[in-house]
């Protein structure tokens, strides 16, 4: 079992960054693989992938929409995962939530992912 807690989220300003955290407890958290997912506040939106990390951080993979701003890391001593988003835009404004799977290997489908946290909030002013 793998519990997780996000953090980091708020209001910032175009252009602007954010560090988001997550937490982890469970005794399996360094075998699973993370993933970022946001839900953007548009009706009928669905949850759409972000990026994901390996177990050992050592290969990611990033949503084309991502262009190379944000970076997933992870610190499996630390039992926590970090998304810096750099050149924050209004259509990052989401609901931002982590996730591990009982895997070593990331997947940008959000139903191969068992674990989530509970969400942290990011809104990107224009």
């Known amino acids: 079992q793998v519990q997780l807690t996000e953090s980091g989220g708020g209001l910032v300003q175009t252009g602007g960054s954010l560090r988001l955290s997550c937490a982890a407890s469970g005794r399996t958290f360094p075998y699973n693989a993370m993933g970022w997912f946001r839900q953007p506040p548009s009706p009928g939106k669905e949850r759409e992938f972000v990026?994901?990390?390996?177990?050992?951080?050592?290969?990611?993979d990033y949503a084309d929409s991502i262009e190379g701003r944000f970076t997933i890391s992870r610190d499996n001593a630390k039992n926590t995962a970090w998304l810096q988003m750099n050149s924050l835009k209004p259509e990052d404004t989401a609901v931002y939530y982590c996730?591990?799977?009982?895997?070593?290997?990331?997947?940008?489908?959000?139903?191969?992912?068992?674990?989530w946290g509970q969400g942290t909030q990011v809104t990107v002013s224009s």
């Open positions: 990026a994901a990390i390996s177990w050992n951080g050592r290969r990611t």
């Open positions: 996730a591990a799977r009982t895997s070593i290997n990331w997947s940008r489908s959000d139903y191969a992912y068992d674990y």
